[in-house]
């Protein structure tokens, strides 16, 4: 329970007051507050922890649980959070914009799986999300493009911080709250990672001006690739020393 409100609820927060009292500038704010609001990848976080040794059931519930708690909690926080003059489509279809793009990707890939075995199929998701991104970032191609190299090095520098500052808070709750070594290593992957797809559908939805656009996409992207590979290259290091027993 600690962990849903931590992930969906004081996480986002903590971010919209980084986001008032900092020197970030005022048109990154909303894909700030867009990432902090959505839920955990649907595929990233499950592989990384049942390769660090983690407790994948509670892997796989914990990216169940939030994603259809996110329904709710995500509009609610975009309500909160976003200025008034930016946030102008109502909560109702929000949340049913997010049932959808969460229900359906879940309940097409349990489909899947009980019908299809070529493992051409297990690429279908990673193809969804390059289509979203590639259309959403074809809307904005101009400002993309005029984003200097400069503005994406601090993007990306941003996105390292705010992942580590999320699996050094995770870490703290999951040590706290939790006794199993494996169950630590689920909490702190699947907590920290953020979706892609689903931010992309959500700053889709919403009307901002065509500069924050351009930077929420580089800052959702950014974030994706280096909590990819930041939890790669440490998750292995938190392998319970037992593992190597049970292979």
């Known amino acids: 329970m600690i962990c849903l409100l931590a992930h969906l609820v004081m996480w986002p927060l903590a971010v919209f007051g980084l986001s008032l009292v900092s020197f ?12 902090a609001a959505v839920p955990t990848t649907l595929s990233s976080a499950v592989v990384i922890s049942r390769q660090s040794g983690g407790n994948d ?11 259809l708690a996110s329904v709710l909690t995500s509009p609610l926080i975009l309500r909160i959070c976003l200025p008034a003059q930016e946030f102008q489509f109502p ?16 309940s ?15 690429q279908i998701p990673s193809f969804c999300i390059l289509l ?7 809307t904005h191609q101009e400002s993309l493009l005029q984003l200097g190299w400069k503005t994406q090095f601090i993007l990306a520098a941003l996105a390292i911080c705010l992942h580590i500052t999320a699996l050094l808070i995770f870490t ?12 630590q290593i689920t909490t702190i992957l699947v907590s920290s990672q953020k979706t892609l797809p689903l931010a992309v559908a959500l700053l889709a939805s919403i009307p901002l001006s065509t500069n924050s656009a351009a930077i929420a996409i580089s800052l959702f992207v950014l974030y994706h690739l280096f909590q990819i590979l930041i939890d790669s290259l440490w998750a292995p290091t938190l392998c319970p020393e037992d593992r190597f027993h049970l292979i």
């Not at 703290?172 to 169950?183: A, E, P, Q, T, V």
């Open 24 to 35: 970030i500038p005022s048109d990154w704010h909303s894909g700030l507050i867009i990432l």
């Open 57 to 67: 059931p509670l892997a796989i519930i914990l990216t169940f649980v939030l994603s």
């Open 91 to 106: 909560t109702l279809q929000l949340t049913f914009l997010l049932a959808m793009v969460v229900a359906l990707p879940l």
């Open 108 to 122: 097409i890939g349990m489909a899947l799986r009980r019908i299809a075995k070529p493992s051409w199929t297990k």
């Open 132 to 138: 979203l991104v590639w259309m959403t970032a074809s």
């Open 172 to 183: 703290g709750i999951s040590k706290l709250f939790l006794r199993n070594k494996r169950d």
